[in-house]
């Protein structure tokens, strides 16, 4: 999808950078993917590390978010690292998995600096923070459906609050990204990937939940889904206060269960959107599974809150062994992927780097290159190694 436009003009450029792509629109992230490329000579293996600093970026912020929720650190919270970080998540080994990785990032990032620029009235924080928010509502359906949903929440929190310092700025702020959502819900037109199969809906919503685990969701299904479904019960029991006085709540405790429902809403969306695409199966845990894999973290930073420390360490302890495994367990299949697979990669590189006709390269290694396989992607492939011979680049 990149190498298209390589010689193209400005027009093409900004043109393709809006255009739909399956679901999504997501002009920043391709617009930082081409960047970023254009800086390595097309070496699209910088796009993974691309990835990886999104999510680096998103633990960081959710440290932050959990320790300014509770007023202190807890030890709990090396679960965040062991779960975002797994490596048995596509955006690790997969440029496209940036899609979910600027998504997921984005949002926690907004909630970080959103619920920062109100404890220390920084308006440079604020803007900042809708800067976040707004390049989620740009990053595809999940990402419209992530920043729509938070945008939602706190319009309606501060909207009904008394006046305070800051209100108005967030409500604009707030406005214009829910702006930005409806234009990306109105410009989308469905593929044939959306779409409902109540039949299948069901095994969705069971395999889906558990997908924070990584790749280790392939085994242990019951027991992982109770774990997920149980922490997202017990932090909804433990908001319901908060909910009760919502019109005197602080900003961080709003924010934060607003963070929750709109993971939860994107895991709905996400199950009953795909379902009729295919049923659960395969890797889909590997692909799909960042975008859940917040949902038991904010659940623990909500009821890390308000239990009892001997409570609230006996979970950590359980949650840091739990998710240290599915850390190991994507690690162990990373590693041994990488091991088979780059001496093929290499192989690759070499043959594109040389004089070998690119058709006979496409036709021998379509599985590496697409998921797909007919005439028309074996010819965009062979164009593509024509064209990114033709700028040069080291690699090719």
Excluded at 39 to 51: E, G, K, Q, V, Y
Excluded at 226 to 241: H, S
Excluded at 276 to 292: D, F, I, K, S, T
Aim: glycine share 8%; with cysteine; proline share 4%.
């Amino acid at each position: 999808m990149f190498v298209r436009v390589l010689g193209t003009g400005a027009r093409e450029q900004f043109l393709w950078l809006f255009s739909q792509s399956t679901d999504h629109r997501m002009p920043v992230l391709l617009a930082l993917q081409l960047a970023t490329l254009r800086l390595t000579a097309f070496d699209f293996r910088a796009l993974m590390f691309l990835n990886v600093v999104f999510v680096y970026a998103a633990v960081i912020c959710m440290g932050r978010l959990a320790e300014r929720y509770r007023r202190h650190s807890h030890f709990g919270d090396l679960v965040i690292p062991l779960t975002l970080l797994n490596f048995g998540f596509s955006y690790i080994g997969w440029a496209s998995g940036g899609l979910f990785a600027l998504s997921v990032s984005s949002i926690i990032i907004f909630a970080d600096l959103f619920t920062d620029a109100f404890e220390h009235q920084s308006y440079v924080r604020g803007i900042a923070a809708f800067g976040a928010l707004i390049v989620c509502a740009l990053t595809g359906i999940p990402g419209t459906v992530l920043a729509g949903g938070v945008a939602t929440v706190l319009t309606i929190a501060f909207y009904f609050r008394a006046l305070s310092p800051g209100r108005n700025v967030a409500l604009a702020g707030l406005g214009a990204s829910l702006g930005v959502c409806l234009v990306q819900l109105a410009l989308w037109t469905p593929s044939g990937a959306a779409g409902l199969n109540p039949a299948v809906l069901p095994e969705w919503l069971f395999q889906f939940l558990k997908a924070s685990f990584g790749i280790a969701a392939f085994g242990g299904a019951v027991w992982r889904f109770v774990v997920i479904l149980g922490l997202v019960g017990a932090a909804m029991v433990l908001v319901i206060p908060t909910v009760r006085r919502w019109r005197q709540a602080s900003v961080i405790e709003i924010t934060v269960p607003a963070l929750l429902l709109s993971f939860l809403a994107l895991f709905f969306v996400t199950a009953i959107g795909r379902s009729a695409h295919q049923p659960w199966g395969g890797y889909l845990e590997m692909h799909y599974g960042l975008l859940v894999a917040p949902i038991p973290l904010v659940a623990w930073i909500i009821i890390s809150r308000d239990l009892p420390r001997v409570a609230s360490g006996v979970i950590a302890a359980c949650l840091i062994v739990t998710f240290a495994a599915a850390f190991k367990t994507g690690a162990e299949w990373r590693i041994n992927y990488v091991r088979t697979e780059y001496p093929i990669i290499a192989r690759i590189i070499a043959d594109m780097g040389s004089n070998r006709e690119p058709r006979a390269i496409a036709n021998e290694n379509l599985s590496r290159f697409y998921y797909i396989d007919s005439p028309d992607i074996r010819s965009m492939i062979a164009a593509g190694i024509v064209k990114l011979r033709w700028i040069g680049a080291p690699l090719y």
